[in-house]
């Protein structure tokens, strides 16, 4: 079982829609939670960051923490062309190793289509 | 600077050759790691320094890895006899103190003939 899964997808919205991007992590005792977008050729930009269960809302962007069921979800309000690429869930805090290191997703593809 | 700095933005050497990448933080930043990215997938874990001493360095493949951060500053990334399988984008993210937020730079593309 991979540490962190992400649907590779493409998930494909149209502009204006809502786009839902989730993330399971097998580690309980993780404790932070990090989204991250990559464009194509690109390093990954920070996003959102969460630490508590509930959500997270800033501009456009909501996070979701689930630490019972050990799931986090981005949510991306009025999706935009410019919001599409690749977008990275990444866990620390676990058991394995410092608690500093990221783990990271493969990432899901998001294509927001006009 | 403003954040995260790494040169050279492009690497292409051959294979069995040394070569050094180099990350200049964020400012103030304490903690410093090192990823590597290969096409397809999310960042892996190199090494991890809180200050000048590498406090985790269990994500080195092997001994042809090393880094060092003398001053708690700039860290430098050391391969020696490269191989194909090396090549990758080697990304260095900073942060205030460890479990804070990380800042990746942009990056050095690394590519071994």
């Known amino acids: 079982q991979k540490e962190v899964e992400q649907n590779s997808g493409p998930l494909s919205v149209p502009e204006g829609a809502i786009a839902s991007l989730n993330c399971t992590y097998s580690d309980r005792v993780s404790q932070s939670f990090f989204w991250y977008r990559q464009y194509s050729g690109k390093s990954p930009e920070l996003i959102m960051s969460?630490?508590?269960?509930g959500d997270k809302e800033d501009g456009r962007f909501t996070a979701q923490l689930n630490k019972a069921s050990q799931y986090v979800s981005l949510l991306i309000r009025d999706s935009q062309p410019s919001d599409s690429a690749t977008y990275l869930c990444a866990v620390n805090g676990g058991k394995t190793g410092t608690a500093s290191k990221l783990t990271f997703g493969t990432g899901t593809r998001l294509q927001v289509t006009l | 600077g403003a954040g995260v700095s790494q040169t050279p933005s492009n690497k292409v050497t051959e294979k069995g050759k040394y070569v050094e990448l180099r990350c200049d933080p964020i400012s103030g930043h304490t903690a410093l790691y090192w990823y590597r990215q290969s096409l397809g997938q999310g960042p892996e874990f190199l090494i991890y320094?809180?200050?000048?001493?590498?406090?985790?360095d269990s994500g080195l493949p092997n001994d042809r890895f090393f880094a060092v951060r003398p001053e708690g500053s700039v860290s430098t990334l050391k391969i020696q006899r490269t191989e194909r399988g090396d090549s990758a984008v080697y990304l260095c993210?900073?942060?205030?103190?460890?479990?804070?937020?990380?800042?990746f730079g942009p990056g050095t593309r690394l590519t071994v003939l």
């Open positions: 993210a900073s942060s205030a103190e460890p479990l804070d937020e990380q800042f």
């Open positions: 969460i630490y508590s269960n």
């Open positions: 320094f809180q200050g000048t001493g590498a406090a985790d």
